[in-house]
């Protein structure tokens, strides 16, 4: 008897520790996969190329099962990462497997994804700067291009920066209400930030629709449309972020003193917001001519 109770009490003492070992899961190696179907088809998207013969038979069947496929790609990316987020609520609140060290460890790989992030941006920025100090003959060697009709930097794009300004300030007082212990206010900045968020991709989408030049007129529409591009795309990924955050909010899952996944969130929600302002000062100031 005395010997049994000597084991468990080995094997109690070996599992208290404050990391948590994850269980074996599929849901990284899915995300995976679709992501990299959606690219795949997001590149078959962009790429049309019509043959010659049966130009309009053949270009509505293009157009149905690009877009189709493309659709269902990120439907089911979406749908498995709500699976994945649901396996960590479930440890985080549930299980309470979240403790002051593996929150320390969150914030530590947030971090490090933050800086993975701004190399990211870094190479791309690099491209831009490398083409407008010293723009080559074939541009006429002047930046943008003299052909080019650049995009008013005092327009739609100042109205975006002010709309991601107004939510980064938002968000702050989101979080700021909930380390003072009132819900409701962080409701209330969280809701406003995704509305300032949506409000941004859809001035970013009607631009796009009505700017002069594509991703195929050469370098500056390459580096631009790049550039912004992927920005759009972080900022999607911050909704999702802060969406999910919202939910969460609403069922009681935060508290002032346990809310990692809620931080996180707004870490990344401010990249993007700096991001933005490099964009919107050296890409459409800078480099549309205004200066």
């Given amino acids: 008897m005395s010997s049994q109770n000597n084991i468990k ?34 590149v078959h998207l962009i790429n049309y190329f019509k043959p010659p013969v049966f130009d309009i038979i053949y270009s509505l069947i293009y157009d149905i099962t690009s ?18 987020f649901n396996d960590v609520i479930i440890e985080s609140t549930y299980e309470g497997n979240h403790t002051l060290k593996v929150q320390y460890g969150i914030y530590s790989g947030m971090i490090l994804f933050i800086l993975s992030e701004v190399m990211f941006f870094f190479s791309f920025f690099w491209a831009f700067f ?17 052909y080019f009709q650049e995009i008013d930097a005092l327009s739609l794009p100042l109205l975006n920066t002010i709309l991601l300004l107004m939510s980064g300030v938002t968000i702050t007082y989101s979080h700021q209400a909930m380390l003072t ?5 962080s409701l209330d900045g969280l809701i406003w930030t995704l509305i300032f968020g949506f409000s941004f991709l859809c001035l970013q989408l009607f631009e796009y629709k009505y700017a002069l030049f594509s991703l195929n ?14 920005h759009g795309l972080h900022v999607i990924i911050g909704c999702i972020f802060l969406g999910v955050s919202l939910i969460r909010l609403t069922c009681h899952q935060f508290n002032s003193n346990h809310h990692v996944g809620y931080e996180v969130g707004i870490i ?16 459409y100031l800078w480099g549309g001519r205004f200066f």
């Fill in 67 to 84: 877009v189709n496929l493309f659709t269902l790609n990120c439907f089911i990316f979406f749908l498995i990462l709500w699976r994945w």
């Fill in 217 to 230: 007129d050469g370098i500056y529409g390459s580096v631009f449309f790049i550039l912004t591009g992927f």
């Fill in 268 to 283: 990344y929600w401010h990249m993007v917001d700096v991001v933005w302002l490099f964009l919107f000062v050296f890409v």
């Fill in 9 to 42: 009490t080995l094997f109690f003492k070996k599992n208290l520790h404050p990391f948590h070992l994850v269980n074996t899961s599929t849901w990284p190696l899915l995300v995976a996969l679709m992501l990299f179907n959606c690219v795949i088809s997001l």
């Fill in 181 to 185: 212990k009132n819900r409701e206010l």
């Fill in 130 to 146: 490398h083409n407008s100090l010293s723009p080559s003959i074939a541009v006429g060697a002047i930046w943008p291009p003299a």
